[in-house]
């Protein structure tokens, strides 16, 4: 039977990968912004300040901080892409979501596996200048082609329909479609340049109403997946990638908090406090570090670092976290 030999977690957020001189090009953007999430509500960037004041967050927006937090989590990007690379995984089964990158309104399935032959990256056009600086970790700088696992994803689809999850199965693209940033990012920040791991990639749509999943049904499913992968008649050794999150486009500490607490304890309850509308926008990608939790419930996560990334006094920003499962 296919082996599990790992499970690996971080954010994927642009800001990751966007040097902090150009930090100023996020700010810009978020203060443009009127549809701000914040525990349940939406504001614009001003309400937002306002609310936020008495927070004192204008400490944690220095030029100072934000290097600060940049050399943290390069750290803890090599340390991730060390222990993966350690583990010799044989394929990487990715758990992401898509943002209107291969699916759109003709169809947004709550659960989908691809299993074709191979998925291919098309650059994204018309970014905003400030996730230009990302285009290579997230949104492709040219049309590229990355190895699947036809076999494994097959499996994955019958046997998640036999656990009751009627997930949707592509295996090739609509014209002009590529593949997400979850699965970008994956392969250029957490692999050697030099590799093409096969992956098989799993998306979530934990972003676009009204088919989103519970936190409940996402840690339901991740269960399912990892019975499914063990069951696959193979001895591949398999490593699994949860991509995204935390809290964005404004950060909230304490759900970041709450759902590392349920993570590391494999507290299903206490994911499943997490009002779940609070799991919107940027913050919804929580889900697929549960799916994966789920997934991987047979063995221990390591909470590497979670940091607070703040861009403004407004608080919003990117709660980042970097974890695996050994």
């Not at 803890?76 to 758990?95: F, G, N």
């Not at 979850?182 to 749509?205: A, C, G």
Request: proline letters at 4%; glycine letters at 8%.
């Amino acid at each position: 039977m296919a082996n599990i030999v790992l499970g690996v977690a971080t954010s994927h957020s642009p800001q990751l990968s966007t040097p902090t001189d150009q930090w100023h090009l996020h700010v810009d953007r978020d203060q443009m912004k009127k549809d701000l999430h914040f525990r349940g509500n939406v504001y614009s960037y001003q309400e937002l300040h306002d609310l936020r004041k008495a927070e004192g967050l204008e400490k944690e927006v220095s030029e100072e901080k934000w290097q600060e937090r940049y050399d943290q989590w390069e750290v803890r990007m090599a340390e991730v892409q060390k222990k993966l690379m350690e583990a010799s995984p044989d394929i990487l089964v990715v758990i992401g979501d898509d943002q209107r990158e291969l699916f759109l309104d003709d169809g947004m399935p709550t659960f989908s596996v691809f299993w074709g032959e191979q998925v291919q990256v098309i650059p994204h056009e018309g970014l905003h200048p400030s996730l230009e600086a990302a285009r290579w970790s997230n949104f492709g700088e040219q049309v590229e082609t990355y190895q699947t696992e036809p076999a494994l994803g097959k499996h994955i689809v019958e046997q998640m329909m036999r656990e009751g999850f009627d997930v949707a199965q592509l295996t090739r693209q609509a014209e002009g479609r590529g593949i997400g940033h979850s699965f970008i990012f994956t392969k250029h920040r957490l692999m050697k340049e030099d590799l093409n791991i096969p992956m098989v990639p799993i998306m979530i749509n934990t972003y676009f109403p009204p088919n989103q999943p519970t936190t409940s049904r996402c840690y339901s499913f991740g269960k399912a997946l990892g019975k499914a992968i063990r069951s696959w008649d193979s001895d591949k050794r398999v490593a699994i990638v949860a991509s995204g999150g935390l809290s964005h486009f404004v950060v909230d500490e304490s759900l970041d908090r709450l759902a590392l607490e349920g993570l590391e304890k494999q507290d299903e309850a206490i994911l499943a406090s997490i009002p779940e509308n609070q799991m919107t926008s940027g913050t919804s990608e929580i889900k697929n570090w549960v799916a994966a939790a789920g997934a991987l419930e047979d063995k221990k996560m390591t909470l590497l670092d979670y940091i607070p990334a703040y861009r403004t006094e407004a608080g919003t920003g990117c709660g980042m976290a970097f974890a695996w499962w050994e």
